[in-house]
């Protein structure tokens, strides 16, 4: 075998492991990893809030002041 070749098949299956590995931990953590919850975020505009609702409300009203807020989008 040539040293060129040997090189490039050294660093390829070195590469390929990594991204096993690399593709391992992501698969972990997504199996294992907090999930996001499906509620909507609101920030009340009068007094600065932030809380979530239900995801089928569009406006909800703030606990600490009673204003009606639109959900926040990120």
Do not use: I
């Amino acid at each position: 075998m040539q040293p060129d070749t040997l090189l490039f098949w050294h660093l390829a299956l070195l590469l390929g492991g990594l991204a096993a590995v690399g593709l391992y931990y992501e698969r972990r953590e997504r199996q294992f990893g907090p999930l996001r919850s499906p509620d909507s975020v609101f920030r009340c505009a009068n007094c600065g809030f932030v809380y979530t609702d239900d995801p089928d409300v569009d406006r909800s009203r703030c606990p600490q002041c009673g204003k009606t807020n639109e959900a926040c989008t990120f």
